[in-house]
């Protein structure tokens, strides 16, 4: 398949069939490659990311959900601990942020919102001086939470 083609089945896989939003598509087409655009990858690149597409297509359920993900989880608990939250403030975020009382009840991409969010708050409470980390914390948490991290819109600096 030529890589024209390719790019097209990748667009087609993610907005079509699971149904991705443009933000998830980039969110994913980054943690694969690092680059926002699949048009800036080589083919190697295109590659690797149409395959964690057709992974994330083996991995729904029945209803055409996407199953929910027990790193994700396991990622926000995580996050909870930087906050001080328990599980009753995340199912208030979550309900703020999908409209859903429960992680457990939310896809995906739903969680992978849920997490942004999260990293949002962090960021800003480690910027006004809340949450205080050490060197070593804080090079922890930066390179734990790299790949989640919202995407730069056009014409913002790369980070």
Not at 69 to 98: G, K, S
Request: proline share 3%; with cysteine; hydrophobic share 35%.
């Amino acid at each position: 398949m030529n890589r024209r083609a390719l790019n097209h089945n990748i667009r087609a896989l993610a907005q079509g069939r699971l149904a991705l939003d443009e933000e998830t598509y980039r969110t994913v087409v980054h943690s694969v490659t690092g680059k926002l655009h699949i048009t800036d990858c080589d083919d190697e690149e295109a590659n690797l990311v149409h395959l964690a597409f057709k992974k994330m297509l083996d991995n729904q359920g029945a209803a055409g959900q996407i199953r929910k993900n027990p790193q994700q989880h396991r990622f926000i608990a995580r996050l909870m601990d930087y906050l001080r939250w328990d599980w009753q403030d995340t199912a208030r975020f979550c309900e703020r942020v999908t409209g859903k009382r429960s992680t457990k009840a939310c896809n995906a991409a739903e969680l992978s919102k849920v997490i942004r969010g999260m990293i949002a708050i962090i960021d800003q409470d480690i910027e006004a001086g809340k949450i205080q980390l050490t060197h070593t914390e804080r090079f922890n948490y930066e390179h734990y939470v790299k790949h989640h991290r919202p995407l730069p819109q056009k014409g913002e600096p790369h980070a």
